[in-house]
């Protein structure tokens, strides 16, 4: 059975920093192609950063030059690396795998201050 567990949300002040981690377990993590979406009160769930098997990254317009993904197969986790956090980044976080079978996290809440 596939499960991602994801960790590291918390309350943060504006301008400040959070690393989220994503824990996979029951699948070849080294094969997977991992994603981080958010999703804010009252909105769609939005895409936010993608690495694939391969290290290959895509990150959203509305936080390039701020978050940056990688991944450690050895430990079989997904980061997602968050800086100079703005109050608009307040969202519960998710991390999904994607392939034949797309499996999600429970969520994470990240919350900024103004």
């Known amino acids: 059975q596939v499960q991602l567990v994801e960790s590291g949300g918390g309350l943060v002040q504006a301008g400040e920093s959070l690393r989220l981690s994503c824990l996979v377990s029951g699948s070849d993590f080294s094969r997977a192609l991992m994603d981080w979406y958010r999703q804010a009160p009252g909105k769609q769930r939005d895409f936010v950063a993608r690495?694939?098997?391969?290290?290959?990254?895509r990150v959203a317009d509305s936080v390039k030059g701020r978050f940056n993904i990688s991944r450690d197969n050895a430990k079989s986790t997904v980061y997602l690396q968050m800086n100079s956090l703005k109050f608009d980044d307040t969202a519960v976080y998710y991390c999904?795998?994607?392939?034949?079978?797309?499996?999600w996290g429970q969520g994470t809440q990240v919350t900024v201050s103004s």
């Open positions: 999904r795998l994607y392939g034949p079978q797309t499996y």
């Open positions: 690495i694939t098997s391969g290290g290959l990254i």
